[in-house]
């Protein structure tokens, strides 16, 4: 009997429309079961995801946005434009914009441990 596969669950949050849509595409050809958000979830909304893609115009620090982000147990991964230091997110693995070769997909298996 065949079992089926558990694909790894990623939460795309970007605002950026197209970003957001191409990113979806990339991740899904890769084998992921991909959700996306243009802004990140409500904190009465559980994030169910195994990893978590966010791009650096999502976050503000003035919300809490990042409170929810520290939060989270899961692999998270920051897109970022240039080599901005996020201190309390330590834990975030930061992605430099634009997104070259498979760096994206590499970082992401390395988090997920697959």
């Keep these: 009997m065949l079992h089926p596969v558990r694909l790894p669950r990623i939460l795309v949050v970007v605002p950026d429309s197209d970003l957001r849509r191409s990113l979806v595409f990339m991740l899904t050809a890769e084998g992921f079961a991909v959700s996306a958000r243009a802004v990140w979830p ?25 409170e929810r982000l520290r939060a989270l147990g899961q692999a998270t991964i920051i897109l970022a434009s240039r080599e901005t230091p996020f201190p309390a997110l330590d834990r975030a693995t930061v992605v430099r914009k634009p997104l070259l070769d498979h760096v994206l997909v590499t970082n992401l298996r390395t988090a997920l441990g697959t």
């Design 42 to 66: 409500g904190c009465e909304e559980a994030v169910d995801a195994d990893a978590v893609v966010v791009d650096h115009a999502a976050l503000n620090r003035l919300t809490s946005a990042d």
